[in-house]
């Protein structure tokens, strides 16, 4: 359906902000599905409560035509269900943007001139669409429909994603569905006298292209990866994880299990690992400081072993459904004693699968623990992205049995420092059995305390890791490779950091940035890459520390001694905004930060209860 | 799988690895020695013996068969060997460890295990004490010993081992006592031969640090060794636990065992029924085909 009225757009950010039983991810669910069918890249961020149910809830959806790089910062289109939703999210919404509110429940401002408010009594024309009853259900499907209508969606292809949708709930289920999201289609938003359309896209993708969530992309890039066994332990916000490959593992004829506690997921999965698997453990907050001391049986074992955290806000039970990369440290350094292990972090939605996939041929490889570092954010916002190639991206890692001859030591003190175990079921030719074990090995496997060994031995652990760095390509910078700043991340402040570069340079600024996939080992060349910048700063969503660096920061700055490394921190909770990075890089460029002028601290809505 | 080597019929010595570092006398020796005596009489391919332990002066165990073996973290061999058994199940998994790892820091390993019925048999070395560590109160410690944790003796009172396993659910339940050897085999024979979660308590004298603690069911020392009456019903659960209520030093031999699915099977047969109704297609047509739904 054109209308003769529609601007074309480019981007929009729209939010919808109610209770979290009003379905409204579901709606932005259906509108990021519909994106990724139409070549629209699409981002969305939500914040729910940390209880069960109830409570305010919003899902923001950013469509655009070419790469969305963050959640936006600002809202075009607000819509609230209900007074608390208007009064908590209108400041987030842009100066000339359009609020779309329940007249039913919403009484705005009438006095002010700063946006357009646009009334629908979307609880009654649901009612009238569709009974009474059905008015909790419906209203998310009427605006889904106002919404469809608003930007000249495919309504044909929305109804035929709801068909496909409810389609095991009942015919009943469906016409409400349909007849709620018709009467939202066909509702005259007359007061709003101007209809959005998106540009097309001017390169179609080659293959098709998906919208999932970060931790769907991780559970998928494992199974890929060839992962056959799993363990776990519920919590937010990993769970999600182990629900899949819980139940999508026996298809491939995998096994994935609830264990009873954090460290009995891990020692299973040790146990798998070393029965001639990689196994697959994860968790998110307090579990992975209960994993640290198996953690450290597989550096010192030896074992192919990936483990995912899911970071959320800390210390302790912190913040359970908020965002931090607080736990770079642990990561990189949890279990006593000097225990090498390798850490990678995903920068995206799509990144996930990818970098799940290396993690478990990087933990083939190399013999050792590899720990991959997502966070909240990734964990629950849907991007769209193009559909892996399953011809590259499949392997089968089976385990093998292949007999051992007289010269197999199981930790053969190699040039790359890089040895296999032999998994049970190994005939060993002759005749001689080895133990896997914690104790201080020699390359043999026998118990052995001598000095001289567990020096040759700490160094082997130490030494595969450096060979590692040694394969690692430097880090791309994004935009020129010399300038006046460099802004500096890892995991998922990517797209808000791409996003702050190239606000500044269309500003007339010099900056550039540079993303960190390798936490441990780091990838070689970022000194030379810090050479090229005046200022250099690290963002991360972590505390500044007791020194005045976050996690990554001082890491680089044990590394390198470069006193250039300044910190962009921040601890609410909630991702980076674009404005919030660039507003603590120009302070700190003038020098008002160190005039102690106050930073503005927060964001616009929690998500803990 | 690849081609296996071939091997000859093998006997104690092929199995023998390292010299125990236990002390002499230590009730350990006579358990090991059953062990190779139990492998050697059932030919179980050499590769496929796996042996797992904790930490604790019995978790040495691996160390002294010379079959695949590891020495993993205290209290955790259980999880451990769970990840083995249900990804590997042409492997005998067995796991070996003290009252410290069983009862104290691995007590909750025990009782999950049990109730989901893993395949594996779990030798219990109990001799009341922490010995590798030099004698501190250990969780089946009786009231009143005196030990380095303990000076003027216990207070706390002690795990009861027969209760716990069957109430938490452990399909084969077993005791025995390391001085007698033709039992500790029948038990761990029998052990062997169950479909499921199979554990022994076995006390094994400390001779450094409870020297005596099992005497009074040692006929050698004039005590007496009590084994469950003929008539005792192992199906019987209230019957298994009212045996497990005698007084020190109570009964020997099978208290419990029945048969339940074990978790072996439940995940199998999820992969069964998982690969049946998604056909005989390719990992990557599967994941062609789920990734369509997320388009």
Redesign the interface.
């Known amino acids: 359906m054109k209308n003769d009225s529609a601007r074309t757009i480019t981007d929009a950010v729209i939010r919808f902000a109610g209770n979290s039983q009003d379905g409204i991810q579901a709606i932005g669910g259906f509108l990021a599905?519909l994106a990724?069918?139409t070549d629209k890249d699409v981002m969305t961020y939500m914040t729910i409560p940390a209880t069960i149910s109830g409570g305010p809830s919003i899902y923001q959806v950013r469509l655009g035509t070419g790469e969305v790089l963050s959640a936006g910062d600002d809202v075009d289109f607000l819509v609230a269900f209900y007074q608390h939703s208007y009064e908590n999210h209108i400041a987030t919404l842009r100066d000339g943007g359009v609020l779309i509110y329940d007249s039913d429940t919403v009484k705005p401002d009438p006095d002010q001139k700063r946006y357009r408010a646009v009334g629908v009594p979307i609880s009654s024309l649901t009612v009238e669409a569709i009974g009474g009853t059905g008015k909790d259900k419906g209203k998310n499907m009427f605006v889904l429909g106002l919404v469809a209508r608003l930007f000249e969606l495919d309504d044909a292809k929305l109804e035929g994603m709801l068909n496909a949708y409810y389609k095991g709930k009942g015919d009943d289920v469906i016409r409400k569905v349909v007849g709620a999201f018709h009467a939202g289609f066909a509702y005259n938003l007359g007061q709003l006298d101007e209809h959005f359309e998106f540009k097309p896209s001017d390169k179609p993708p080659a293959r098709?292209?998906?919208?999932?969530d970060g931790n769907?992309a991780i559970a998928?890039g494992a199974?890929?990866a060839g992962v056959?066994?799993g363990?776990g332990y519920p919590i937010t916000p990993w769970s999600s994880i182990m629900e899949i490959l819980r139940s999508?593992l026996?298809?491939?004829?995998?096994?994935f299990?609830q264990?009873?506690?954090e460290?009995?997921?891990i020692?299973?999965?040790?146990?798998?690992?070393?029965?001639?698997?990689v196994?697959l453990t994860g968790t998110s907050g307090p579990g992975i400081s209960l994993k640290s001391?198996?953690l450290g049986?597989a550096v010192m074992a030896e074992m192919p072993l990936v483990i995912i955290d899911v970071q959320r806000g800390g210390p302790s039970t912190g913040l359970p459904t908020n965002v931090e990369q607080s736990d770079l440290n642990i990561a990189c350094f949890t279990a006593h004693g000097d225990a090498p292990r390798i850490v990678v972090a995903p920068a995206n939605v799509e990144d996930c699968f990818y970098t799940t996939f290396e993690a478990v041929n990087l933990a083939r490889e190399y013999s050792c623990p590899v720990l991959v570092l997502t966070d909240q954010a990734i964990a629950t916002r849907v991007e769209s992205f193009e559909?892996?190639d399953?011809?590259t991206f499949?392997q089968?890692i089976a385990p093998?049995?292949?007999?051992r001859g007289p010269d197999y030591k199981p930790y053969a003190n190699t040039a790359d420092g890089i040895a296999h175990h032999?998994?049970?079921?190994?005939?060993?030719?002759d005749?001689?059995?080895?133990?896997?074990?914690?104790?201080e090995h020699d390359e043999s496997g026998?118990?052995a305390s001598r000095p001289a060994n567990h020096v040759m031995m700490v160094a082997k652990r130490r030494r595969k890791l450096q060979v590692l760095a040694e394969k690692l390509s430097p880090p791309a910078v994004y935009g020129p490779a010399e300038g006046d700043v460099l802004l500096v991340g890892w995991g998922s402040t990517q797209g808000p950091i791409r996003e702050a570069v190239e606000k500044a340079r269309a500003a007339g600024e010099s900056v550039s940035a540079m993303h960190i996939r390798y936490l441990m080992p780091l990838q070689p060349g970022i000194g030379e890459i810090m050479d090229g910048f005046h200022h250099v700063f690290v963002v991360e969503l972590n505390d500044e520390g007791l020194y005045g660096y976050g996690q990554l920061a001082a890491l680089l700055r044990s590394r390198y001694c470069n006193d250039k490394i300044r910190g962009i921190n921040k601890t609410d909770g909630l991702p980076f905004k674009v404005r919030e990075i660039l507003d603590q890089m120009h302070r700190k460029l003038t020098g008002r930060e160190a005039a102690g002028e106050p930073l503005a601290v927060g964001g616009d809505e929690g998500g803990a209860g | 799988m690849s081609a296996t080597v071939a091997t000859a019929r093998y006997t104690r010595k092929e199995l023998t690895a390292d010299h125990p570092t236990w002390c002499p006398g230590c009730g350990d020796y006579s358990i090991l020695s059953i062990y190779f005596k139990l492998m050697e009489k059932r030919q179980i391919p050499h590769e496929k013996i796996t042996s797992v332990a904790g930490i604790g002066c019995s978790s040495r165990f691996p160390y002294f068969v010379n079959a695949h073996g590891v020495h993993f973290l205290h209290g955790r061999a259980i999880p451990f060997a769970t990840g083995i058994s249900l990804s590997r199940p042409d492997l005998h998994v067995f796991v070996f460890g003290g009252d410290g790892d069983a009862f104290s820091i691995g007590g909750n390993h025990i009782d999950h295990a049990a109730r989901k019925n893993v395949k594996m048999t779990y030798v219990i070395m109990d001799n009341e004490v922490y010995g590798l560590t030099k004698k501190q109160t250990s969780p089946t410690s009786p009231m009143g010993f005196k030990s380095k944790t303990d000076p003027t003796g216990a207070v706390d009172h002690p795990i009861e081992p027969m209760k716990k396993l069957i109430a938490g659910g452990a399909t084969f339940v077993a005791r025995t006592h390391s001085h007698l050897p033709n039992h500790v085999l029948e038990m761990m024979e029998q052990a062997l031969d169950h479909d499921g979660f199979s554990v022994i308590e076995c006390l094994s004298e400390c001779t450094e640090f409870f020297p005596g603690a099992f005497d009074s069911a040692n006929p050698r020392k004039g005590g007496t060794f009590q084994l469950v009456p003929p008539d005792h019903d192992v199906t019987d659960e209230v019957a298994a636990y009212r045996l497990a209520m005698a007084p020190a030093p109570g009964y020997f031999g099978v208290f419990y065992q029945v048969q339940r699915p074990t978790k072996n099977a439940f995940e199998l047969k999820l992969i069964t029924d998982a690969q049946s109704r998604a056909g005989s297609a390719a990992v990557r047509e599967l994941l062609q085909k789920t990734f369509q739904k997320f388009s």
């Open positions: 599905r990724g069918r098709a292209r998906v919208v999932m769907q998928y199974i890929a056959r066994f363990a999508e026996p298809k491939y004829g995998g096994t299990v264990a009873e506690d460290l009995a997921a020692a299973m999965a040790c146990g798998a690992s070393y029965a001639g698997h196994a001391e198996a049986w559909m892996p399953f011809a499949t089968d093998h049995f292949d007999p032999a998994p049970p079921g190994t005939p060993m030719v005749g001689k059995y080895p133990v896997v074990t914690g104790l026998h118990p």
